[in-house]
């Protein structure tokens, strides 16, 4: 069982930034890691994904201004998120999977999850 723990969210202006950090608890440098995101009413919504060897992917909506890396020796993966949008806000979470490599932007594809931060993008 692999645990996942996000931390960075937070309140940004429009236009700021904020990274976010998501440190497992087991070695998880093969799992293919991924960020999704909820908003209020709203479906759970794939942002981007990593695999173990640094493939990456991203949503139209955030292409561009999210930036999803990773650290292995620190089994923790982040998403710097800039030029912040009010539509951005949302609960973020943290998932892996430890399958074969895939870029999945599909909520059932991964097999763990964090408990999510918030984000909100406000004035």
């Known amino acids: 069982q692999v645990q996942l723990v996000e931390s960075g969210g937070g309140l940004v202006q429009p236009g700021g930034s904020l990274k976010l950090s998501c440190t497992a608890s087991?070695?998880?440098?093969?799992?293919?890691m991924g960020w999704f995101r909820q908003a209020p009413g709203k479906e759970r919504e794939f942002v981007s994904t990593?695999?173990?060897?640094?493939?990456?992917a991203y949503a139209d909506s955030v292409k561009g201004r999210f930036t999803i890396s990773r650290d292995n020796a620190k089994n923790t993966v982040y998403l710097e998120m800039n030029s912040l949008k009010p539509e951005d806000t949302a609960v973020y979470y943290c998932?892996?999977?430890?399958?074969?490599?895939?870029?999945?932007?599909?909520?059932?594809?991964?097999?763990?999850w964090g408990q999510g931060t918030q984000v909100t993008v406000s004035s």
């Open positions: 990593i695999t173990g060897s640094g493939v990456k």
């Open positions: 998932a892996a999977d430890a399958g074969p490599a895939m870029l999945g932007r599909r909520a059932y594809e991964y097999e763990y």
């Open positions: 087991a070695r998880t440098s093969s799992y293919t």
